[in-house]
């Protein structure tokens, strides 16, 4: 099949990288030239483990190009993937739909026969409405379906959870788009990946009702943790005591900063805004978004209470300030709002972070960047480990306290027992226990 992926960001890079894989013939447009020159050259523009060795092997096997040429790319594509950015709209938190939009009019006027265009970036429901009339009004001489298929896939771990997902969802109510679909999808679903078929205002809120969700169960186990720590009682067993029922999973039940990233505190925002649009509340994930935004701040004044009574004039090494580990992204991180509340009391903060002290240092200038945990705790108050990043799961603890002015250490991923730390001559505090 041809398959045409429109912007080769985080979601398209990834995504036509792995259906050139399945055997397809995928082209990635990007109207960034830096970036597409980059590609030329076998550079990623993003950090995501595994992708560059498979987007090499594609390349070289010739299933794999890039372009700026839009109209080129779409020509004669049986599919053609959009899957530009929808971010948060500044001032009001709806999703800004501007890049489907101007995507849209260029495939409408590019294409060249029947085909199907397929929305994969995160749009509001009824977005896949006004794409369809866009296409229908500039091209009524060819057969155009309009299918939703969005993506649930994790930074970090993105090429196996294209190549292994839970479920496939594709929301149309075309018999041909169907088949395409199925087609494109072919190696997943004979592999045994449930494809869910359903109409495409509800696959479009399939993807806001499960990231609503997910955020939700985080955002429960971390105030559970709060409750924890003022009970007496440690929130990782009380994780796997609810876990372990099936009716709950155990996962993402770890307690933690609160949670990050580029899709959770962006889409739990836009799905506030459809329910308000359509004046149908959602409480529950007004709540959420409430209770998360407070945590990040919160997560600050563990950090000074943790300092004691006057942290002016003191120095944290904060370890970790991506949102998540193995991806250099740093939108809506919990290291921002801490780092932000430590400088605001006239703390010093030293950091490293493996990947995202590029981006970081852009964002916040004033932090000193260190070669790695050991160099950021030199003459520190306190360490605090803010992202679970694996190099910082076994930090050789006598060396790190031989290092620093005073022995704390705030654990705010659960990464540490408190008995070897304790032994280690630290003062410990960890989320929830
Ligand atoms: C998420 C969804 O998982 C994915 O399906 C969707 O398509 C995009 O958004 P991502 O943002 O890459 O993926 O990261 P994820 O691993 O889901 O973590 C999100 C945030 O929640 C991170 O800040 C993480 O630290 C936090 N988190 C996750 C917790 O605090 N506790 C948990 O138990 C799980």
């Avoid at 099949?1 to 995504?15: D, F, H, Q, W």
């Avoid at 749009?123 to 993506?151: C, Y």
Wanted: aromatic share 6%; proline share 5%.
């Amino acid at each position: 099949m041809r398959i045409t992926m429109i912007g080769s960001g985080y979601v398209g890079l990834v995504s036509g990288a792995c259906f050139s894989d399945f055997g397809h013939d995928v082209c990635c447009v990007d109207m960034d030239q830096a970036k597409i020159d980059a590609l030329h050259a076998g550079r990623m523009p993003i950090f995501e483990p595994g992708l560059d060795l498979l987007v090499a092997s594609n390349v070289a096997a010739g299933r794999l190009t890039f372009t700026t040429d839009l109209a080129s790319a779409v020509a004669g594509a049986d599919a053609i993937f959009i899957a530009v950015g929808t971010p948060s709209r500044r001032g009001d938190g709806h999703a800004d739909l501007r890049y489907v939009f101007a995507a849209t009019e260029e495939i409408a006027a590019a294409i060249t026969g029947p085909t199907v265009v397929v929305t994969k970036s995160t749009v509001p429901v009824g977005t896949g409405d006004r794409v369809e009339a866009i296409l229908r009004e500039k091209r009524p001489d060819i057969d155009v379906a309009v299918v939703s298929n969005p993506e649930f896939l994790r930074e970090g771990a993105a090429i196996g959870d294209f190549k292994r997902p839970d479920r496939i969802v594709i929301g149309t109510d075309d018999d041909r788009a169907r088949q395409v679909m199925r087609d494109v999808y072919r190696p997943l679903y004979l592999g045994e990946s449930p494809i869910l078929f359903t109409s495409r205002r509800t696959s479009e809120l399939i993807k806001y009702a499960a990231n609503a969700f997910l955020a939700t169960k985080i955002t429960f186990i971390n105030e559970i943790a709060d409750l924890c720590e003022a009970v007496g009682a440690d929130v990782r067993d009380v994780s796997r005591g609810i876990g372990l029922d099936n009716r709950i999973g155990k996962k993402f039940l770890h307690a933690g900063p609160g949670y990050g990233g580029s899709c959770f505190p962006k889409d739990t925002l836009a799905l506030l805004k459809t329910a308000e649009d359509y004046q149908t509340p959602v409480h529950i994930v007004e709540a959420v978004v409430k209770v998360n935004d407070s945590r990040k701040r919160a997560m600050g004044r563990k950090v000074l209470h943790a300092l004691g009574d006057t942290p002016r004039g003191k120095t944290v090494a904060l370890l970790g300030l991506t949102f998540k580990p193995n991806t250099d992204d740093m939108r809506d991180a919990p290291s921002l709002a801490i780092a932000t509340a430590l400088a605001d009391a006239g703390v010093t903060v030293r950091t490293h972070d493996p990947e995202g002290m590029g981006p970081a240092k852009a964002m916040m200038p004033d932090l000193v960047y260190c070669t790695d945990a050991y160099d950021a705790a030199e003459g520190a108050d306190a360490v605090v480990i803010v992202t679970e990043w694996d190099a910082y799961r076994a930090l050789d603890l006598p060396r790190l306290k031989g290092l620093m002015a005073g022995p704390i250490m705030v654990d705010l991923r659960n990464v540490y027992q408190r008995a070897d730390v304790e032994q280690a001559g630290f003062t410990y505090t960890a989320v929830g226990r």
